[in-house]
């Protein structure tokens, strides 16, 4: 279950001597408050949504918020509002999306590299994960490599799912009679269509 909110921080407050509450015409009794509101994802804090305004009397306990406060009291608020900073604990969230995102580019980066690579200079027991013709996934496992082409098993099994296609990479899904040999360039061409997708070495 995915947690998110909103929640506000408190940044300032301030007493102005010459403010006279509007209940009950007490001067000085009202304190001003900003306070400034973020989206949260487990209660960590992603981004500001904006500011919000209260004023509290201390005499007869009157509570306001937002709209409800108006004229000189709105006025002492925007001032006090601009001098106010927010904290930036809440630009935690977006800071570490941005760090997550950046790794996830180096890392899927390095990963292309790797089977590129490992493409350019194939290996008896690479296997290729890649898209069946049904549009599901599958594996094949380097056999023999020869001059100019590569005999592979195929894997006897699909999987629906992408992300899943690892499961079905079991030695006993490979056998001789699923023996298939393909040019060392229909392969690469498979790889640089995006239907070999994945290469894995152990």
């Known amino acids: 279950m995915i947690i998110y909110g909103t929640r506000a921080a408190h940044l300032k407050s301030a007493r102005p001597p010459h403010l006279i509450c509007s209940n009950c015409n007490t001067q000085g009794s009202t304190t001003l408050s900003v306070y400034r509101q973020h989206a949260h994802i487990f209660w960590i804090p992603l981004f500001p949504l904006g500011r919000k305004a209260a004023s509290q009397c201390q005499h007869c306990k009157q509570v306001l918020e937002g709209h409800q406060i108006t004229g000189e009291a709105r006025s002492e608020y925007e001032r006090l509002s601009r001098e106010a900073r927010g904290p930036i604990w809440q630009f935690v969230g977006l800071f570490l999306i941005i760090v997550f995102a950046i790794l ?62 690892h499961t079905i990479e079991k030695e006993e899904n490979y056998s001789e009679d699923n023996m298939y040999i393909f040019a060392k360039q229909a392969l690469q061409e498979m790889y640089e269509k995006g239907e070999i997708y994945d290469v894995v070495r152990k």
Do not use: C, H, L, W
């Open 104 to 165: 996830a580019t180096f890392t899927n980066n390095a990963e292309k590299k790797a089977d590129k690579q490992f493409m350019d200079n194939p290996e008896v027991g690479d296997v290729y994960r890649y898209k069946t013709e049904s549009g599901n996934y599958s594996t094949m496992k380097v056999a023999i490599i020869e001059a100019d082409s590569i005999i592979v098993y195929q894997n006897e099994y699909e999987n629906t799912k992408m992300s899943a296609v």
